[in-house]
């Protein structure tokens, strides 16, 4: 299974933590590990080329690791951007069910 903790404040994202693969099919075949993947790295790529936020990025690829802290609160952009990432992400997760994706949420 996949865990998705998303870390914010009342007012900003803080950053998340993407962990684990789906299981859904093998290695190289799962759709909903190809699917939070593209989300996940897209999201990352666009804030980085559209946005003047920093961030902290941590991945391990054998533990399907992505971990993002910012460094400030997020741009309004920034804040579009993840709110699309998790209107994807809970389409997954309600399309295929918490058995594959898990999206967490946690004030800080």
């Known amino acids: 299974m ?3 903790l998303i870390r914010k404040t009342k007012d900003s994202y803080q950053g998340f933590n993407c962990i ?3 299981g859904y099919a093998d290695a190289g075949s799962d759709i909903i590990c190809a699917a939070v993947s593209v989300l996940v790295f897209n999201t990352l790529n666009a804030i980085e080329s559209y946005t003047d936020d920093t961030m ?3 991945t391990n690829d054998e533990a399907g690791l992505v971990d993002v802290v910012f460094e400030s609160p997020v741009s309004d952009r920034a804040k579009l951007l993840l709110d699309t990432m998790i ?3 809970t389409g997954i997760e309600k399309q295929y069910g918490k058995k594959f994706l898990r999206l967490k949420f946690e004030e800080v």
């Open 2 to 4: 996949t865990t998705i």
């Open 20 to 22: 684990g693969h789906a």
């Open 56 to 58: 902290n990025v941590v």
């Open 87 to 89: 209107l994807g992400l």
